[in-house]
C-alpha cells in the first residue's frame, strides 16, 4: 500500500478534502493511507511554537527546524525511511504529469506544508528531497498545494481508477489536450451536438476527435505541441498533426 504522510499545522484541512471522492475511495478500499499530521505535536516548547523570527530580519516569519525534524523522525521510525521526503513551495519544480507519476510509484511519501515566508533552509538541505510547486502563483501556505499533489499522484496508483484507459488518455500522458466532450440531450437551448458524433460512424468520430486535440492544442497550448512524443499518437493524431503544422507553416509564410 501508498502510504502519504501529511505534516501541516491545519491537519483538519488535509482531512476535509481527501475523504471526498475517488482519493476518499481509494483510502476506504486500503489502495493508499492518506494521514495528515499536525506540525504541532511535534513541538516540546509549551506554547507549541512552529516559527520564528529571520535571522538577518525581514518581515513575516520562518518555520522552525525542531518540530520539522521530529515529526519526519517520527514518521520514519512508525512507517519506516520515506521514499521522499517532498515540500510544497513556490520555490519547487513544477508539477508536471511525469512527476505525479514518479510518487505514484513509491510506497512511502511524505508531503511538508511550509508557509509562503519559508521554512528553516536547513530542513530543505537535509531532509527534503524534493521541492515541488503547483504554479507560478504564491498561496497563504503549502495546504492546498499538498492536497493537489496527493490527488494527481494517487489517481495513478493502480487500480485507484477504474478504468485504466481513462489515465492512458490522460491529456498530458501524451501532451495533447482533450477532445470535446457531449452529453444527451442532442439540442439543448438550440445548441446542437456536432453532427459527426451523432452518426456512430466510429472512424469518422475518432478522426474528427483528433483533428479537435490536436487544433485546440495548437491553439491554447502550442508549448505542449512541441514536446509532444509521436510515438504516443494515434495514426489519426500523427497525420492530423502534420497537416495542423503545414497549414500553420503556410499561414505564416
Ligand atoms: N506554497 C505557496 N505557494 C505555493 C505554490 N505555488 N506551490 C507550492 N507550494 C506553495
Avoid: N
Avoid at 459527426?196 to 502550442?222: C, F, K, M, S, Y
Wanted: proline share 6%.
Amino acid at each position: 500500500m501508498t502510504t502519504i504522510d501529511v505534516v501541516t499545522i491545519f491537519p483538519a484541512m488535509i482531512d476535509a478534502v481527501l475523504t471526498e471522492g475517488v482519493v476518499g475511495r481509494a483510502r476506504t478500499r486500503g489502495l493508499v493511507d492518506v494521514t495528515a499530521r499536525d506540525l504541532r505535536d511535534f513541538t516540546t516548547d509549551k506554547h507549541r511554537m512552529v516559527d520564528d523570527i529571520p535571522y538577518g530580519g525581514g518581515p513575516g516569519m520562518v518555520m522552525k527546524p525542531e518540530p520539522l525534524f521530529r515529526a519526519v523522525e517520527a514518521i520514519a521510525a512508525e512507517r519506516g525511511a520515506p521514499d521522499a521526503v517532498v515540500l510544497m513551495t513556490p520555490q519547487g519544480r513544477p508539477l508536471t504529469h511525469e512527476e505525479a507519476a514518479r510518487f505514484s510509484r513509491m510506497t512511502r511519501l511524505v508531503v511538508l506544508c511550509g508557509r509562503y515566508e519559508g521554512i528553516d533552509e536547513r530542513v530543505t538541505d537535509t531532509l527534503v528531497t524534493d521541492e515541488i510547486s503547483i504554479g507560478d502563483y504564491v498561496l497563504t501556505g503549502g495546504e492546498l498545494p499538498a492536497l493537489v499533489l496527493i490527488d494527481a499522484v494517487v489517481r495513478l496508483v493502480p487500480g485507484v481508477v477504474g478504468d485504466e484507459s481513462s489515465v492512458e488518455g490522460d491529456s498530458f500522458v501524451r501532451g495533447l489536450l482533450d477532445h470535446p466532450h457531449y452529453t444527451r440531450p442532442a439540442v439543448f437551448r438550440e445548441l446542437a451536438v456536432p453532427e459527426v458524433l451523432i452518426g456512430g460512424h466510429h472512424a469518422d468520430i475518432e478522426r474528427w476527435r483528433a483533428r479537435q486535440r490536436v487544433t485546440r492544442t495548437l491553439a491554447r497550448r502550442p508549448d505542449l505541441l512541441s514536446r509532444v512524443d509521436e510515438s504516443t499518437l494515434s495514426a489519426d493524431e500523427r497525420r492530423v498533426l502534420a497537416q495542423v503544422l503545414d497549414e500553420a507553416k503556410e499561414h505564416s509564410s
